[in-house]
């Protein structure tokens, strides 16, 4: 009976590969790391067991594997996957003295960006304000995922 | 070498009797522009003959720097960027000089004159032809370690242009401290937004299973649009940011949806019709 089913929509796909623009693509490889994972943590553990640290991290896991063709997305994997226990707080928000210096206000803001962004740390500045670019883009598509996805289950 | 250059200045006093006032006031005011206005001065005389002066002395004189071909845009840059601001420094010795000099024949024969190398006896100074020339602006360095320095500063001031273009709001701030500011908000405010979403995530994930195969193609459509504005508009960037938001869905993920409704039956075949479902989203994607 599945098969049937499976068979008859392979039928109906069109010849033509349709080209994916690169969010389609990291939606799509988003949405299958994450919903599977997701419904994962539901089989496994008791609902009550279900809090958020796990889902956060299961949410970033998805994302840093949806982009492993970026530095801050490998980064973030091996990140995840060393510290499997420990809660990843990503947004930090560390108050820096701004010094007087125009230079080094502008410095103090890149070496927040750095931390920002994971990985940053071990980037030069010219590296990490392109991986920046990259890093928002995604994130946004991130977020529009993740409230689709939230619509559909309310 | 200011030596040479002042038995220059010497010689072409003598040559078309430059009034020595003149040179009082544009004695400090950096060589370039002296020899400049001096040989236009020189040349306003006998303008026949003006352009055929301005390259032997140009050529000799003119502060330039040798650049290798390795950065040939950048050079070019610089080229135009020194040729707008020759333009400027003109304009203010015009008005020091109180004479009228026509700017652009005189660049232009003055960029010849760089190429076409003349056999005076500064011509020591010039360098090789293979090397492109950069003009240095009024006040710059021109050795080699300031123009990398100023190569990495244009490098990195493309990038803020790429990222001001992605970060919405951030037009209207000038300025690299309150662009910076606006992109680590705005990041911020995205990784809390990411935060809020899983937590709520959490909250809904014991009902997660029965409304999942309710996601369609029609909301994905619809969180494309949704994209901000200022994302879908810049298609084209530099550099790594390259990513167009077409906004277009896919035709086999509708059809998948469409023949996916079907098969929806009672509660007890939701979970295996999500099986299948995600079956196909892996077979989608393995197709690509």
Redesign the interface.
Known sequence: MERQIISKKKQVFSVEPTKLSPSEVFTRKYTSHLVPALKKLNMDKNSSQINQVTVKHEVDMALALSAQEFAWGRFLLQKLSSADSKSSSSNQTQILERSNDEDGEIEEKMKELQELLPGGKEMNVEEMLSEIGNYIKYLELQTSALKTIVQDTT | MDLSVLERVKWLQQQQMVSPEFLQILGSDGREELKMVESYLGNSNDELQGFRHYETIDGCISRTSSFQMEQVKNNEENRVIALQHKRKTEGKTEKRGKKKIKTEDETESSMKGKSNMSNTETSSEIKKQEYIHVRARRGEATDRHSLAERA?RE??SK??K??QD??PGCNKVTG??GM??E??N???S??????F??????V??????F??N??STK??Q???T???EA?SKQSMMV???S????QH????YS??NS?QTT?LGSKDQTS?S?E?H????????S??
């Open positions: 990495r490098k990195l990038k803020m790429c990222l992605i970060v690299k401290a910076l500011d992109i680590i705005y990041v911020q995205l990784q809390q937004q990411v935060e979403l899983s937590m709520k995530l959490s809904l994930n014991p009902e997660l299973e409304h999942i309710e996601l909301q994905f619809a969180c494309f949704d994209l901000p994302v550099d790594v940011c990513f167009p938001l077409h869905g896919s035709l086999d059809v998948i023949n098969t295996s999500w299948i995600s079956q196909c989203l892996y077979n989608n994607l197709l690509k």
